[in-house]
C-alpha cells in the first residue's frame, strides 16, 4: 500500500497540481499587492478620495444610539448594520484581480502561440471546388480522380 501511494504521489498530474497551487497562492499574493498598492490609490483619486469601506445602513441602533461616524462606532455599539462599503471594496477588488488576470493570461497565451500557421489538412477539388482530404485520390462529392496533391492530372 506504501508503494501504490508513493507512485500515486510522484506521477506527473499530482506534483503539476502541487507546483500549481503553490504558483497560485504566490501569484495571489502579487495580484493582490498590484490591486491595493497600484490600482487602488489612482482610483481613490478619480473618485474623490471616497473611501467605500466605512459605508453602512444602520438597520437598529445599539446602546448609545446616534449618529454613528465611523463603522466601528457601530459594531463597538451593537448597532445591527449592513456594512454595503465593504461589498462594493470587495466587488470592486474582483473586478481589478479579474481584469489583470484577464490580461496577463491573454499576454502569457500570446507569447505561446505558434508563429506558423499549421498546414492545412484539406485542399479544393480542382473539378467541384468541394473541399476534401490533401490525401484523396477520389472526389467524395463529384467521384473524379484526383492526381496526389503538388502532381498535375494526366492530359487526355
Not at 449618529?67 to 470587495?90: D, K, M, Q, W
Not at 477539388?125 to 494526366?154: M, Q, V, W, Y
Request: glycine share 8%.
Amino acid at each position: 500500500m506504501l508503494q501504490e501511494f508513493r507512485e500515486f504521489a510522484i506521477k506527473g498530474n499530482v506534483v503539476d497540481m502541487a507546483v500549481g497551487i503553490i504558483i497560485g497562492a504566490a501569484f495571489t499574493t502579487v495580484v493582490k499587492s498590484l490591486v491595493d498598492d497600484v490600482l487602488m490609490p489612482p482610483l481613490g483619486l478619480v473618485s474623490g478620495g471616497i473611501d467605500f469601506a466605512e459605508m453602512f445602513l444602520v438597520l437598529r441602533p445599539g446602546v448609545p444610539s446616534g449618529p454613528y461616524a465611523t463603522l466601528s462606532e457601530a459594531r463597538a455599539s451593537g448597532a445591527t448594520i449592513v456594512a454595503y462599503g465593504n461589498f462594493v471594496n470587495t466587488v470592486v477588488g474582483l473586478l481589478l484581480v479579474s481584469g489583470s488576470l484577464f490580461l496577463l493570461v491573454r499576454w502569457i497565451n500570446r507569447l505561446r502561440r505558434p508563429d506558423t500557421p499549421p498546414a492545412p489538412r484539406s485542399r479544393a477539388c480542382p473539378f467541384c471546388k468541394s473541399h476534401i482530404d490533401k490525401t484523396a485520390t477520389r472526389c467524395a462529392h463529384c467521384t473524379s480522380n484526383l492526381a496526389p496533391e503538388g502532381e498535375a492530372l494526366a492530359g487526355p
